[in-house]
């Protein structure tokens, strides 16, 4: 049997198959809703009419100011995400095997639950006093925060595993308060997993509904809400537009973060 | 380095410390740069180091060495501020810095794997000490050059830690360490991740800086004995969190005080004897029936440990001759012979009891099965005690 894979044949086999069920499972449905969002009518196999109207509504109006609502929600969630995960994980450094666990459960356990339990949650925590936050703002980038503050604890976790342990001693030797040697050596060298951890931390941000259905205000509709919003009122076209405006911006985002890379690890 | 003998610490009534040779120096009352009073350490529970004293010297070059979890380095770790002792005092220039942090001890430390910052550039790294304590930017330049050019490495003051070799990135380590002028120097195994002729290579270097900073003390933390003797004034041997022996590495490899110590440092033959009859210089002992004299040991009227244990005749593999003709005589049987380049390692037997015999490389050993009369010097063999 292990012959098998070492054969050209076999292994051109094995690649087409592979290629195969992306393509199937990741490529078709993104070309359909490529497709989709530059269509007017469709009726057959392919579209019937293709047009840039959704395109355009893009521009202005409710779904150009969710595409907003959404770049605004992530970064602010991945910025507090990157801050309360980051932390965490340099604090957990010092604890005990024990308290460390019990952080990461603390940490890991939103993700385990549906989303729409945590928006849940959080309207009824903060419906009543003596924190009111029911209908603002601040209440979704909390959820949003709450569902991807795990990525960022664990890719901060994963980055500390890397450094070596004797660098912030031989910083505080060499006569480095604690604080310099964080900002000075471990931060700069963390940089990459904190600035990966704010890209997927933005990327799941951008995507999240079902906690944001759930709080979101009038005023705050977010580009997933909109999609939602759209195909439910059978506007399914707007609706693949949109999604396709907010895949955009999202690789847009992660692009500029990955080009800031170099720069941040320059000395 | 020096030929200094073992420093002794004693607390005088009015607080000051006698720092005397033991080879019979008068007393001095100096402060010892590093003074440990009875430091003891836990990890976990349990206990790392046990009771320890110990006294440096302005100038002098100690060498912690022993076997990996010996405790070695956590008196380095312990002196540099990374551990807090459960209890006990330790002293730098007569400061009282057991609860101190790192940053305000002011000792350098070098460690095994270098730990340079990997994101900043070579002369970066060795000016980090000093940007960290503010000096003026025309300073740090001034003195990161100097310290570069120390240890060879000026022209790579450039460069990455990622584009330099092994031995490179340790002498980069090493000057960032001298940069901030440290009293102290605290080595732990830094030359271990080298392979065996760059490590002779930057001993060497280690003990010419010694030569042109000679007040800097120097605790050196190695398993390797030859970097001990290469290196050090004074060596202390750990066991199990505790001093187990010191002394100059001369004293140590000639009258080591026990089997523990003769068997780590340096290769022995240590044979059961009977001890037969010791004076102040002479011992006479039975090996095998055959009566042999020694050495008398240091140890036996004032080591209560030493006085019911059985002794142990120490040889070293160089110091046995073949065909002896001298006072001390015994039988051997040749089992074996390897040619080894400079020296003829010779696997022998007295009775039960296998030894092995260096001779020069040059000479022809006996043939295997053959009986040979082997002989030493009294001042070549020692006693030590089985502990």
Redesign the interface.
Known sequence: MSMLVYRPCTRQVARLAALGLFGLIFGLPLAILLLAAVTGQWNGVLPTILTLRHVRALLGGDQGASLWHSIATGLAASLIAVLLGGGGALAARDLPAGFRRGLDALYFLPIALPSASIGLALLITFSQPPILLNGTVALVVMAHVVLITAYAYANTRAGIETL?A??E??????????W?ALR??TL??LAPYLLAAFALGFALSMGELGATIMLYPPQWVTAPVQVFALTDRGDIYAGAALGVALLACTFLVLLLLNRQKPRI?R? | MTDASPVALTRTASGAELIGGAGGAAPVAVTPRIALEGVSVRYHGALALDSINLAVAPGEVVVLLGPSGSGKSTILRAIAGFLTPSQGRISLAGRDVTDLPPHARGVGMVVQNYALFPHLRVAENVGFGLRARRRPVADITERVAACLDMVGMGRFADRLPRELSGGQQQRVAIARALAIDPPVLLLDEPLSALDAPLRAGLLEEIRALHARLPDLVIVYVTHDQNEAIALGDRILLMRDGRIAAEGTPRALHDTPPHRYAAEFFGQANLLPVQLDACDAELAIVTLEGQRLTVRAPAWHASDDRALGARPLLCLRPHAITLNATGLNRIEARILATHWMGAVNRIEAAIGPHRLRIDVPGSTTPPAPGSVVTIGFEPDQACLVADL
């Open positions: 070596p004797e660098l001693d031989v910083a505080g030797s060499l006569g480095a308060s604690q310099l000075s050596i700069p060298l690890l000395p």
